[in-house]
Structure formats: structure tokens, C-alpha cells
């Protein structure tokens, strides 16, 4: 069967596919736009198989806020390059995701794949594009957070996303000091909201290695446990988010710098989600 310019030109606008892989996908499927679509599909496939051991380790977040603000969700699509991370095609499918995933609220990456963005499922809709472009791509994570108000933030090179839900408050400088908390949690990395918040776990392996440095140092065993408090409650004020200095104006802690903007706003959650 002869295979048209017009055919081909045809079934890259259905598709996106380059033209010589259009042209040998009619070809195979002589001529069954069907099939070829089908066909084009599989190649992106094919892909994902032989690029399985390939790290994606570029990419982009997406945030959709939604609710009138009191939910949040979202997705780092990754793949390998810087290059394609920054291509109008990986975008365009990154805000599809998020926005199918704020639509539906699925349970996780696995349910998120299945769900239907089209005529296609979000797992083909990916598979599409690394047939066209020839890398891997894998959503990273997906998350959601909810809150009388949330608010997010996307860093400048959209590899660092931050939500963070605050309540005890509303107006437009509510949402302004969220975006303060957003870029402080960005910068400072905070592991949990207030000392409160951090795990047994944790403390447990920051007290232990406060007692090891202060052995180290000379100290007498008797003043071990006392040392070592002293350098939790250290730890507490560099890395619980409350309890940090504010980046913006360090005569002040976040608490503090919350209370100030309207009284008893506070932050009750935040994720903070990083590729790379």
C-alpha cells in the first residue's frame, strides 16, 4: 500500500511522533491509522524496557491547588536530561498529570497511572512521548496536602516543590507569609514542623551522637545526658520549622514571624518534594 505525505502528516498531528516514524509505523500497519497509533504506542514502550536500567534523575514539579486553596497536590515527573525536562511537550504532559491527579485524588503513583487523560491512560500518554523522544520518564512522586490553607511554591528551577498548610488565619497576608514559610522551607530543609513532630528515631540517634561528642571532647560520663540535651534543643531550633530562625529576619523565629502577621496563624504541615 502506498503511504502519502498526506497520511503521514496525518498521523503525526494525531500523535506528535516524528515523520520517519510515522511513515514506517503506516507502513507496518499498512495503512490502519489504528494500528499505526497502536504500533507508536509500543515503541514507547520498547523504550521503557531497554532504557529500564537509564537514571532519571532531571525533571520537573507540578503543583495544582485547588479547593478554594485548602488542597494541594503534587507530582515530579522525571527523565534524563536537563534538556527535555526544559521541552514544551514534558511540561505540557507534567500539568496534564497534576491536574488528572487533583481531579481524581488517587490513592498513589500506581492508581495515578491508570487513570484516563483522554482517550488514553496517564501511563500511555508517557509511554507516547518516550517513543517520540527516546528517553525514560517515570513519575517520581505524588503528593497531596490538605489544610485550612495551603500554599505552594515551585523553586526557579523547577526541581524543588514545597507545600505548606497553615490555619488559625485567612486574607491575601496570610497567603504572603505562606509563601515566606514556603521559600524558608525551601532554603532550610526543615525536618519536621515543631520538635513535637520528630520521630523517636531521630532523637534518639541526635542524642546518642551528642553523648558521643562530648566523650570525644573529654567530658565526664555523669554530664553525658545533660550535654547531650543541650545540643537537642540545638538541633530542635535548626531543624524543626517553628522553631528556626526566619531567613528573612533572623531576630525572629517562624512562630514568632507567623504570630506577628495575624495571631495564632500557625503551620500544621508541609512536604517537601526535591529531584536530583
Known amino acids: 500500500m502506498v503511504i502519502t505525505a498526506q497520511d503521514v502528516n496525518k498521523l503525526r498531528k494525531m500523535t506528535g511522533a516524528g515523520m520517519m516514524d510515522c511513515k514506517k509505523a503506516l507502513t507496518e500497519a499498512n495503512g490502519d491509522f489504528d494500528k ?10 520498547k523504550i521503557s524496557a531497554s532504557r529500564a536500567d537509564k537514571k ?8 495544582q491547588t485547588a479547593d478554594n486553596d485548602s ?12 534538556f527535555v525536562a526544559k521541552n514544551e511537550e514534558f511540561q505540557s504532559l507534567g500539568q496534564m498529570i497534576v491536574e488528572v491527579a487533583a481531579e481524581n485524588n488517587p490513592s498513589g503513583i ?44 515551585i523553586h526557579a528551577n523547577n526541581k524543588l516543590g ?15 507569609a505562606g509563601k515566606d514559610v514556603a521559600m524558608q522551607i525551601a532554603a532550610m530543609s526543615p525536618v519536621a514542623v515543631d520538635k ?18 562530648a566523650r570525644t571532647e573529654g567530658k565526664p560520663d555523669e554530664l553525658l545526658e545533660k550535654i547531650a540535651m543541650g545540643k537537642l534543643n540545638k538541633f530542635y531550633k535548626e531543624n524543626t520549622l517553628l522553631n528556626q530562625q526566619f531567613v528573612k529576619d533572623s ?3 517562624i512562630a514568632k514571624y507567623l504570630d506577628g502577621v495575624q495571631k495564632g496563624l500557625t503551620v500544621t504541615a508541609f512536604k517537601r518534594i526535591t529531584i536530583g
Open 56 to 63: 532519571a534523575s532531571e525533571g520537573s514539579i507540578f503543583i
Open 110 to 153: 500506581e492508581e495515578l497511572l491508570t487513570l484516563k487523560a483522554g482517550n488514553l491512560t496517564v501511563a500511555q500518554k508517557i509511554e507516547e512521548l518516550m517513543g517520540k523522544i527516546g528517553e525514560k520518564l517515570e513519575v517520581s512522586s505524588y503528593e497531596v496536602l490538605e489544610g485550612e490553607k495551603v500554599v505552594s511554591y
Open 196 to 213: 513535637d513532630d520528630v520521630s523517636q528515631e531521630v532523637i534518639a540517634k541526635e542524642i546518642e551522637i551528642g553523648k558521643e561528642q
Open 71 to 82: 488542597r494541594s497536590v503534587l507530582i515530579a515527573l522525571n527523565c534524563e536530561t536537563d
Open 251 to 253: 531576630s525572629q523565629t
Open 36 to 45: 499505526a497509533v497502536e504500533l507508536l504506542r509500543k515503541k514507547g514502550q
Open 162 to 176: 514545597v507545600m505548606v498548610a497553615l490555619k488559625g488565619g485567612n486574607g491575601a497576608d496570610v497567603i504572603e
